[in-house]
């Protein structure tokens, strides 16, 4: 039977957290410029299909949300003194977004799934670090997060599912999480969400 929900295929290496860990200053601030691409990212959804009017609610409420991740990530970087600065760009997310197809309903289709996976690795890697950090404030913060991320991980299938038939949606989803699992296999390991 095909698996119905979002699942990684590869687990996140050992030493990612390492290098977390060895320069958090550095994974904070990209963090935060990731929770702000998130929230941008999204809000890009509700501009590129306003005809998805079933769906635009949650759209607009998931942007706000990361939003509000941002935020809080922008007020732990404030504490420890660090100012906000654009990140390099998301080798991870970027390879990601290349494999989206072009036709009208398979872009619609591979964007919330791509975004779907692009948010489990996230839940994945803040459930790391959360179980890594001594800090209880920043423990808490990074487990909530993991849970909020597993959360959107499931919503952009299900928000998929009110427009798109599942039989176009389970097979691509598979699809994706393997290409994925295959650029997190090769991605370089740096103080950085991906
Ligand atoms: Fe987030
Ligand atoms: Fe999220």
Redesign the pocket.
């Known amino acids: 039977m095909a698996r119905k929900s979002v699942e990684l295929l590869v687990n996140t290496p050992a030493d990612w957290v390492d290098a977390v860990l060895a320069d958090f200053d550095a994974f904070l601030v990209d963090h935060a410029n990731c929770?702000r691409k998130?929230s941008a990212l999204v809000m890009s959804l509700v501009v590129k299909y306003p005809d998805r009017t079933r769906i635009i609610p949650d759209l607009i409420k998931?942007a706000q949300?990361?939003l509000q991740?941002f935020g809080e990530a922008y007020q732990f970087m404030e504490r420890r003194g660090l100012r906000f600065y654009r990140d390099s760009p998301d080798p991870y997310v970027n390879e990601l977004i290349a494999l989206a197809r072009h036709g009208r309903d398979e872009r619609f289709i591979d964007r919330m799934l791509i975004s779907s996976l692009v948010?489990t690795r996230?839940a994945e890697r803040f459930g790391l670090i959360a179980a890594a950090l001594d800090d209880s404030e920043l423990k808490s913060f990074y487990t909530k997060l993991w849970k909020?991320?597993v959360k959107?991980?499931h919503q952009f299938v299900h928000l998929l599912l009110r427009e798109i038939d599942e039989d176009a949606v389970y097979p691509r989803l598979h699809e994706l999480a393997e290409l994925e699992a295959g650029i997190v296999a090769g991605l370089e390991i740096r103080p950085a969400l991906h």
């Open positions: 929770e998130a998931l949300e990361e991740h948010e996230g909020s991320e959107h991980g």
